[in-house]
């Protein structure tokens, strides 16, 4: 299948539904005054906001709060189209309308080269893709937070929302005060007249409710005066003083406690079961069997008193398991296979093409320019947060409450009512602060699990908390991956073609088959991830071929931060480095010479360049010997980061001792948080280069809890400088971006110190 | 049993609160202290941090017998609403969490470090401060305990 007819006939991710799109008509996600639910004194004025008596702005809040500030930002951009203080805004449960869906990431969701997206490229193809998905996902209305998604989705709708709430609230006033509302003027959420007059928001709502907005103009960027800005974090005290709640630090009355024990093979069952030793103990109530709930593995739940004596309980369960009836998944093979498979495509011309130009010459053309070819692998990988998987869930009088810490709350309901047999509007999902989530809680599976093991308790709220064993043994992984790449090189020594095929199981559809089942296609539609980060490079390399062979290895997958870019990054950034050093050309330099076109991309690697002292881009920063540079630039979520890392190799052991990060990410809301995310990203990347690998053997996990799978400690922790290129572009994606480019820059200055070419993660030398 | 919890005598019920039970377990679902949090059950992350004495102590692992007569203090009597602790106002002004879910762990670490240092070295701090942040909080976090150290 070419291209072009993927998206025409599939698009990608919400392809089932674009049949039926015209039918239905197009929904602003404005919303109207009776969208969200009001109690005495408050007054909706649209579908994200209300006014409470007192003034104060109440914002439907449809993104998880995990780490990546969002909660923060999302306000910010409401406080500054209202003028009110940011501690003026808080943060409401939004309903179930379809105006909370997330449209962007359904839009990025189209696998579209650079050239064709972007509205300063303004390919027909690719903007009729975008138009068309865009309406779709309004339809869907699927509350989602993850690809980076949050402020891009929520930049034009927040904004727009605060504004024409706004210019309600100035209406009423201008009506109240027979004043026209250009001679109005708000500050802190109070508006005054020259005159006199002057009223708070909450004086001014009810009748606002009833003003129309007339036109509604967003503030320009000159009126900024807290986008921008690096505001404090609003949930720092929370986070600072224990009072932050999280999944499993809700308390209901009378809470039960649910522990868990899977069958140890991925894919597994269980057969019979002996339960007498363990409710003979103190505190153990009762045994509830569980299948197997959006894609989760079966297993065995054991409610107690505490954690404590639910564990205990589930420890003392004999119980036979069984191995999938297609035997155990073993990694090793499955690395290998893929290898196999990624190596024939290349020879064959095989693989499902992403990106295609001009002609890639044919293999094995003796005599002819330098080429390069090489094979990259990678590991499956666990998220391991450090919030363990968890849901609290009471199902009684034909209702069911959830608490839980999730990124799909719709998509949670739909699972828990389904479970307990109750029509949606019988389910009230409450999201907790997540603590962690980097894609794990884009899954539901523990929802299913919470709400089964509720049915039993006969009304009593129940805790369903994983073990961290549990945790990394039953995760959806970061999909294992190998790529062949090859270039062939010309006079100038700059790669005139390049053709990448790799080789993977696709992510996109497993998560719709066991989290949206109705949307599931017969087939799989080409996943994006997949190839995200390979064949959308930007660099100007006049022939390419980019392909992927989707695989289905059995292995439970999953949305892992930063998805395919994590491992297709390391991938291609190494690969050219190698193709600078086979050319014998700086690395920075080498980039920039294929970088004429990419302004953007050029301002970012230089910014990185110079601020590391990287030589020949202002002051040369000397390494203290031993030590070794590396570089990498990469794309992802809409925004551009390079990184520069200094390492050196310490009893045989890598240590990176800074990173100097430069990112463009369009318009920066917070400066500060964009920072965080750089920071957070660096290290998350760095603990799964020097360290991440799931095993798999007999389809057990061989990884069980920090022990086996490493992190990188604060004694391990680099220096990490954030600096940021100025742009007046719409927002681009933060919580991701920094992960892609890590690890290649690892590996670029390993090669350096040792000559040595790594290909495979974890890095070790 | 009966334990000192925050500067409280906490009595635990009976029929649950068994000698071999975990710290842990006892504060967060028998007392229902919920500042502590559980992160790997096997002492390798920190998550679950308090103070036994003044010591940093790692709750999942730490039986109930073993803290019998002894002073026991949470996330909770860190610092007060009025009166931070000097870690705590650093977190803020270094803008440390992010999700947040290791952080008092993090923070019990840390205020059992400066107890004993009150101007630790970077190295003191690397040993002392081995618990995981997966959000990569690290740098931040040394940053605020030499800030709260210098303001003290």
């Not at chain 1, 505190?283 to 054991?302: D, F, I, K, N, Q």
């Not at chain 1, 299913?448 to 961290?468: D, K, M, N």
């Not at chain 1, 040792?754 to 890095?763: A, K, Q, V, Y």
């Not at chain 2, 068994?18 to 002492?43: H, I, N, S």
Request: hydrophobic share 45%; proline share 7%.
């Amino acid at each position: 299948m070419k291209r072009r007819t993927l998206l025409l006939s599939g698009l990608g991710v919400a392809g089932a539904l674009v049949v039926g799109w015209g039918v239905m008509p197009p929904r602003p996600r404005l919303g109207g005054v009776d969208t969200l639910p009001v109690v005495e004194g408050e007054v909706g004025l649209n579908g994200w906001i209300k006014i409470a008596a007192d003034g104060s702005v109440l914002l439907a809040m449809t993104q998880s709060e995990m780490g990546q500030g969002v909660h923060t930002a999302l306000a910010m951009l409401v406080a500054e189209e209202l003028d009110v203080p940011l501690a003026r805004v808080r943060l409401i449960a939004p309903g179930r309308d379809r105006i909370y869906g997330n449209v962007a990431m359904f839009v990025s969701s189209l696998p579209l080269h650079p050239a064709e997206s972007g509205p300063e490229h303004g390919g027909y193809l690719g903007r009729s893709g975008q138009w068309v998905v865009a309406k779709v996902a309004r339809e869907l209305g699927i509350s989602v937070t993850g690809g980076s998604s949050s402020v891009v989705d929520a930049w034009e709708v927040l904004r727009f929302a605060a504004a024409t709430a706004r210019a309600q609230l100035l209406g009423a006033a201008s009506l109240a005060w027979k004043q026209p509302a250009s001679e109005l003027t708000v500050s802190d959420g109070v508006v005054s007249h020259p005159s006199g007059p002057r009223a708070h928001y909450g004086e001014l709502a009810r009748t606002a409710a009833a003003t129309p907005s007339g036109t509604v103009r967003l503030k320009p960027p000159s009126e900024w005066k807290l986008i921008g800005n690096a505001a404090p974090r609003t949930d720092v005290v929370a986070k600072s003083d224990g009072t932050a709640l999280f999944g499993m630090d809700v308390r209901p009355p009378g809470l039960l406690f649910a522990a868990i024990r899977h069958c140890p093979m991925l894919g597994g069952s269980a057969g019979t079961v002996d339960v007498v030793a363990a409710m003979k103990l103190p505190g153990v109530e009762r045994v509830v069997r569980l299948g197997p709930y959006a894609g989760s593995t079966a297993a065995l739940a054991v409610v107690g008193r505490s954690n404590w004596h639910a564990r205990r309980g589930a420890e003392a369960l004999v119980v036979e398991w069984r191995q999938r009836p297609a035997g155990g998944l073993d990694s090793k093979a499955i690395l290998a296979a893929l290898e196999q498979r990624a190596r024939d495509a290349d020879a064959n011309d095989g693989g499902f093409v992403f990106y295609s130009r001009g002609k890639v010459p044919p293999r094995g053309d003796a005599g002819g320019p330098r080429s390069v070819t090489q094979v990259y692998r990678a590991p499956y990988l666990a998220h391991a947060a450090m919030e363990p998987i968890n849901c609290t869930a009471r199902v009684a009088d034909g209702k069911v409450e959830v608490w839980v810490p999730t990124q799909v709350p719709g998509l949670a309901r739909a699972l828990a009512a389904e479970v307990a047999g109750v029509p949606l509007d019988a389910v009230t999902v409450h999201v907790t602060y997540l603590g962690g989530g980097f894609g794990r809680r884009l899954d539901v599976d523990f929802v299913g699990q919470a709400v089964r093991i509720a049915v039993e308790c006969g009304g009593r709220p129940v805790q369903l908390i994983w073990s961290r064993e549990e945790d990394m043994g039953h995760d959806f992984y970061r999909p294992a991956a190998a790529a062949v790449l090859r270039a062939t090189l010309g006079e100038d020594g700059l790669p005139s073609a390049l053709q990448i095929t790799s080789a993977g199981d696709a992510i996109t559809p497993r998560w719709i088959e066991r989290g949206i089942p109705g949307l599931a296609g017969p087939v799989d539609t080409p996943d994006k991830t997949t190839s995200e980060g390979l064949f959308d490079q930007v660099y100007a390399i006049p022939h390419q071929r980019i392909a992927h062979v989707a695989t289905r290895n059995g292995v439970p997958v999953g949305y892992w931060r930063s998805v395919g870019h994590s491992h297709n990054a390391f991938f291609s950034e190494s690969f050219l480095d190698e193709l600078a050093h086979e050319a014998k050309q700086d690395p920075v330099g080498y980039r920039l010479a294929l970088l004429k076109d990419a302004p953007r991309h050029r301002a970012v690697l230089l910014l990185a360049a110079q601020k590391a002292g990287w030589p020949g881009h202002g002051p040369v920063r000397p390494l203290p010997a031993g030590r070794a540079r590396g570089v990498a630039l990469h794309e992802s979520f809409g925004s551009i980061v390079a990184q520069v890392v200094e390492a050196s190799i310490e009893a045989g052991v890598p240590r990176v001792h800074r990173v100097v990060c430069a990112a463009d990410v369009g318009t920066v809301v917070n400066p500060g948080i964009v920072a965080q995310q750089l920071e957070s990203a660096v290290i998350f990347a760095l603990s799964a280069a020097l360290h991440g690998r799931i095993d798999i053997e007999a389809g057990v996990v061989r990884q069980t809890n920090f022990p086996s799978y490493p992190m990188v400690r604060l004694a391990d922790a680099p220096r990490i400088e954030s600096h940021l290129v100025a742009s007046s572009h719409p927002p681009g994606g933060v919580g991701e971006i920094g992960t892609p480019p890590l690890a290649p820059a690892l590996a670029n200055a390993l090669f350096v110190l040792t000559g040595r070419r790594l290909r495979e993660l974890p890095l070790t030398v | 049993m009966e334990i000192v919890v925050n500067g409280a005598l906490r009595a635990l019920p009976d029929e649950l609160a068994e000698p071999q039970m975990p710290l842990l377990w006892a504060l967060r679902d028998l007392l229902g202290l919920t500042g502590t949090k559980f992160g790997c059950g096997v002492a390798a992350c920190g998550a679950c941090t308090v103070h036994v004495d003044g010591q940093a102590v790692r709750a999942c692992v730490t039986p109930l017998a073993s803290v019998r007569g002894k002073r026991v203090v949470t996330i909770e009597a860190l610092g007060s609403p009025g009166r931070p602790h000097p870690l705590q106002q650093a977190w803020a002004e270094h803008q440390v969490p992010q999700c947040g879910y290791c952080q008092s762990g993090m923070l019990m670490a840390a205020a059992a470090l400066l107890a004993t240092r009150p101007s630790p070295s970077d190295a003191e701090i690397d040993a002392a401060i081995t618990n995981i942040c997966r959000c990569g909080t690290y740098p931040r976090i040394r940053a605020a305990i030499r800030a709260a150290a210098a303001a003290r």
